[in-house]
């Protein structure tokens, strides 16, 4: 299994400033997801992050908007940039785990408002 | 991505056997069947998965049907901390490749 911690755990923000988000795995892996789930809703991808190469994001998702560092194979970042009462969300760090990389863990979630 | 279907909410009474149907009509054959759940609060976390044959761990049973078109999480027993959404993922054997989470069921446990 894979243990990951995300910090903060929650913030609040006001509108037109960046926060960073912080995601430290118990493990070294390739991989490193990030996720958004916006109130009341289901989790939708916003980039995946390798070390050591640019972060590959979603549609709909773009890296002025959310830039993400991935300096070594335990951590990554998420910044949210130039936030809007709509980027409101929690956000997920996620990896694969298991005897054949099968399962994916998840971290448990940074929830933002933002104001 | 193939597609699955579930009832948005059901209800359940405490101690009781809980079916969470799943419909997948466009399932290849290299599509493993993965259910998640997400209690109040948290990331989601594996349940259990399978490809044909049916599954059972300590937290839950996974019933397939025969052509795989569909497919029913089973918890035998529900208690109160088994409130949560549970989403049903097909992904291929191809592994790296992220789940694709849709809206879920939500479970609500009746004491």
């Known amino acids: 299994s894979a243990v990951i911690s995300q910090k903060p755990s929650r913030d609040i923000c006001q509108r037109g400033t960046s926060l960073t988000i912080q995601c430290q795995v118990d493990s070294q892996v390739t991989m490193m997801f990030w996720y958004r789930q916006q109130p009341g809703q289901s989790l939708t991808l916003i980039a995946t992050?390798?070390?050591?190469?640019?972060?590959?994001?979603e549609s709909g998702f773009v890296i002025d908007k959310f830039p993400i560092s991935r300096p070594n194979l335990t951590f990554s970042t998420l910044t949210v940039s130039n936030m809007s009462p709509e980027d409101s969300s929690i956000y997920l760090c996620s990896v694969f785990g298991g005897d054949n990389q099968e399962t994916q863990y998840f971290g448990p979630g940074t929830r933002l408002l933002v104001l | 991505d193939a597609k699955t279907t579930q009832p948005n909410s059901m209800e359940s009474n405490e101690e009781e056997p809980v079916h969470l149907p799943c419909n997948h009509s466009t399932i290849s054959g290299t599509d493993y069947i993965h259910w998640y759940r997400q209690l109040p609060s948290q990331g989601p976390e594996y349940v259990i998965h399978?490809?044909?044959s049916n599954v059972n761990n300590r937290m839950a049973s996974l019933a397939i049907a025969e052509d795989r078109k569909s497919s029913t999480l089973i918890l035998h027993r529900a208690t109160l901390r088994d409130a949560a959404v549970y989403y049903c993922i097909l992904r291929p054997i191809n592994y790296g490749q992220n789940f694709v989470f849709g809206p879920g069921t939500r479970l609500s446990v009746l004491p």
């Open positions: 399978g490809l044909t």
């Open positions: 992050a390798n070390q050591g190469s640019e972060a590959t994001y």
